[in-house]
C-alpha cells in the first residue's frame, strides 16, 4: 500500500522536510504546494504577462498555483495541513475544507495557541497533531502497524 | 428560480441582516450557522455533557455545529462568505474550501485589506464584493436580470 | 430549513416515539424502518412466496425491507443510529457505515456500556447521545439555535 | 487483471492468513486494518498524547486507524467481511455498510449461527461463505474462471 | 415519504394500469415510457423529419425517448421493470442494468419461463415478482408496513 | 411529471418566447441567462466596480453571469442549446458540452447550415432541431405522448 | 494510452477470440465474463453449496459472476455488448444498461437482423458494428489514427 | 508527479508539437484527438459503412471520435484547448465546457482578438495564454516550480 500524502499550508518552516525526512523508510508519496514565496506570488504574471493592479496580479498567481494543489489534494489519501504561529493562513483553512468535502483523510499540524480558532478545521480532522515527528509517526503506524517506543 | 444562499462566516457584525433585508423581494432562501458566540461554542457540552478539558469542549460544539453547517452547504446554490476585519476566521476559509469542491457557486465578502491574504480563497470566488449591498445586487441580477442605478 | 432524519436501529423501546413527540414542534421530517419484527422478518415470504430455507426465507425479507431503507438513508440530512442493550444488532452498525459513505451527518445513541465496542461507529459521528432527549436537544438547536435551560 | 481485497473484522483468527495463502498463486493485492489488538486500541493515545477520559482514548485510536481504513475500503474492488463467534464486532458490520454504499462487491464470512442476525448484511452481499477456503475458490472463479474439484 | 416508481419494460398487457389502480391509495407517483407502440416507433421522425434508412428512423425515435426514460429513471426510488412473454425486450433489460448502476431499487416482474434467462437481472434487484398484485403489495409494505392478508 | 428545461445560447431572436409560449399548456419551467445583451456585459462591473482594462471588465462579467449559469444547467433536465446564424457562440457549445459532462438530456437547435461545423455537439445531443416549433413538439411528446398532425 | 476494454454478451462464437487476435499489436488490456456455459451457471453452488431450488441455484451464480462483471465494466474505458443470433441475451442488454449509466463508450456488435429490437441500447452507443473485424478497426482507429485500407 | 495534459482544438497549425517539444523534459503525459482533418471527418463510415445523408457521415465520425475525446478528457490533470484564427471551433467550447462540468484544470490559448467571444470560457479557466511557450511554461512551474527567465 502506497500512501499519497499532499502537505499543504504553511511555507516558513521546515516541516515539510522533518516528515519527508522522517517516513524515508516508507511507501508514501509526498507532494507539495511550490514552496517558495516570492514564486508563488508571481508566476501569474511571470508566465502569462504583467498587472497594474495588484488584485489581478495575486489573481492570475493563484490561479496558476490551483493547477498544482488540485492536482496534489484529488490524488492524495492524506492531507496533511500544517498553521504556523503567524499570518492568517487562509489557504491552509481552505485546502482543508476543500479535502473535507472530497472525503480525504486530514491530519492537522498546529500549535497548541492556535487549538480554539482551529476547532472547525479540527472537527474534520482524523488526527490533531503539534509535532512534525507525530505525523511521521501516524504514517508509519498506518502503513505498517508499528508504533513508537 | 429560488436561490438557496447560505451565509458563511463573521458573526461580530449585521452584514447578513443587511443582505437579508436588501433581498427580501426576492426568491432567496437564507441560511446561516448559529450566530450565537456563546451558544455556538458551548452547544455540546451543553447537550452531551461537559468536558474537563478545552479541546474536547471546542470539539463537540464544533461536531454539532457541523450538522446545521453541512446542511447548509450541501443544499446552497450560491455561498457567500464573508471576513471581518479581526481573527482568524479559519471557519470561513474552511467553508469556502469545502463548498468550492462541492462546485457552489462562491461570492466572498472582504474589506480591501484582506485581498492579498485571500488570494486563493479569491481563485474560487465568482464575484469577490466589499460591501453587502453588492451581495445584494449581485443576488438581484442573478435572478432578475436588473442592474442597480 | 426543514431537516429529513432516519431513525435507525432498536425497535425493541419506545425511542423513536419519544425523539418524534419531543421534536413535534419542530420542522423535522422523521421516517423509520418498518419496526413491527414479524411483519420486518416475514414481509419476504408473505408477498413473494414460502421458502423452505430459513437463509432465503430472512433473505427475501432483508432485501424488501432494503428498499424502504436505502429511501430513508438516501433521503435524510441526519441519521439517528440507536443501540440497545441487546441483541447483536449488525444492521444498525452497517446502516451506520452506508450513512457515512454518503456523508450524512450521524447521531449515535446507546447505553454508556457499548462505548468501547462501538468506537469505529463513533469515529464517524458527530454527536454520540445516551438519552433521546438529547437527540431531541441537537434537532432543537441545529434547528432554531436554542439550547436547553 | 489485479483484484483489490480488503479483509474487514474479526482479528482473534488466523482467517486472513489462510485466505491470502490460499490465494498466493492468484493476481490479488491484500489490504486488512492492523490485526494488533492493543496497537489498534492505544495507537492514538501512543502517538497524539494520553487521555484521562476512556471516551477520548477509544476516539483516537478509532479516527487513526479509520486511516487506514478508509484508504483500503475505498481502493477495494472485492471487500470481505468476516464475522466472529464471539464480541459485538460492529466495525466489521459498519465496513460493511460503508462498501456497500461505495458499490463495492461484498463477500460475508460467517459461521452459521449468525445467520438471522447477519440477514440486513447479507443483503447487500454477492457472497455469504463459511469458511477461507469458500473465499479463495471464489477470488480463484472471478480471475481465473477455475472452479474446485 | 412519497415514492416514485418507474414502471419499465412491455407494453403489450396492462400490468400498468393494475399497479396504479392497485396503489392508488398510496403515497406513489408512477411515470412511465410513453406506451402507444406507433408513436413510440415514430416520434422522431414525425418531429425531426423523415429518414430514407430504417437505422436512422429507428434511431432519432429511440434517442427521443431516451429523454423521457432518463428523466423517469434518475427521478426514481424504485423501477419495476417488466418482462412480457414474448419479443426481446431489450430496452427492458437495458433499463434494469441502468438503473442498477444508479443505485435504485429494482422489483422483476416476469412469468417463472424467463427465471434462467434473467438470472443476471435478477441479481441486480433487491424482488421479483409474478404478478403485478405483488409489486402493490410490495409498495403498500414499504410505505405503511402492512402485509397482505 | 414537470420538466425543467434551460434554454441556452443565441439572444439575438426571439426563439426563446416561441418555445415558452408553444408550450404555455404543458408542465414545463423554463430558465435562461440573463438575455440583455449589455447587461450581460457589464454586469461584473456595475456592480463590483470598474476595471480599466477590457479582459477583467469581461472576466467580471462572465464569473458573475456563471452564477446563473451554472444553477440553471445543474437543476436543468432538458438543455436546449440554440446557435444562431452569426457570430462566435462558443458559450453555447461551451454550455453544451458542461450540460453532456453532467449527463443531461441536450436538444440542439441550430439552421442547417451549421450542420457540419456542429457535429461533435450533435454527437452529444439526443434531438437535433431546426425550428423551435420542432422543441415544443418534443417537449409536447416526452410530456404527454402526443406526436404533431 | 492503453485502453480497457471489457467484452460482454455472447458466449457461443468465436468474436472475442477475433478482436483480442486482431488487436495484438495495440495497447488495450481485454477483460471478459467467464465464457464457460457451465462454469458460469453452476459457480454459485459449486462453491458456496447445492441449492435445491433452481431460483436460488442460478441467483448464487449470478451473484458470483457479478463480482467479476462489476470489476471488469467499472475499469473500462470502452464496454462491447456483443448480441448474437439467438437467445434472450437479457445480461447483455443489462451490461449495456449499466455501462451507459456509468458514461462509458460503448461499442454495440450485432447482426442486422436484431437492428430494430437493439434501437434503445443502439441510442446508448458511440458505435454499431456488425463484425468484430470493425471493432478491431475502431480500437486502431481510437489509439492510433489509422483507418482501414 | 506525472501530469496528463490532454490538448484540444485546432488542428491547422503546429502549437501541439510546441508544446510537447518544450514539455520534453518534463514529467507529462499528453494526449490528442485525432488531428488528421480527413480521417477525423472520414472514420465513421470508413468503418461502419457508407451513409448517403452527410448528417449521417458526419454523426458517425464524431461518436467515434468521441470514444477517443471522452477517454482523454476524463483521464487528464489538465486541457488545453486551443482556439485558432478562423472556423467555428464549436468543438473545441465543447471539450472546454465538458472539461469544466468535470472539474479539469483548463488552459485556454487564443490569440487576443477572440477575448470577448471566448470571456465565458475563460471564466472557467484557471489560465489563458496567447503562446504555446506560455503553456509549456506553466507547465514548468507546476511540476517544478521554476519560472522563466
Known amino acids: 500500500m502506497t500512501l499519497n500524502v499532499y502537505l499543504s499550508g504553511e511555507i516558513h518552516s521546515d516541516w515539510r522536510e522533518q516528515i519527508i525526512e522522517g517516513a524515508k523508510d516508507l511507501d508514501v508519496s509526498f507532494h507539495s504546494p511550490v514552496t517558495d514565496h516570492d514564486s508563488s506570488d508571481d508566476c501569474g504574471v511571470a508566465i502569462l504577462g504583467q498587472e497594474d493592479n495588484k488584485y489581478w496580479h495575486d489573481h492570475k498567481g493563484a490561479m496558476v498555483n490551483a493547477i498544482r494543489t488540485r492536482k496534489g489534494l484529488a490524488d492524495a489519501d492524506v492531507v496533511v495541513v500544517r498553521f504556523g504561529e503567524k499570518y492568517k493562513q487562509w489557504n491552509a483553512a ?54 513508537p517506543g
Open 94 to 147: 481552505f485546502d482543508a475544507g476543500y479535502a473535507a468535502a472530497l472525503g480525504k483523510s486530514i491530519i492537522v499540524l498546529n500549535p497548541p495557541a492556535h487549538q480554539h480558532a482551529l476547532k472547525e478545521v479540527h472537527a474534520a480532522a482524523l488526527a490533531v497533531a503539534e509535532e512534525p515527528s507525530q505525523v511521521v509517526e501516524i504514517l508509519r503506524y498506518v502503513l505498517t502497524g508499528s508504533l
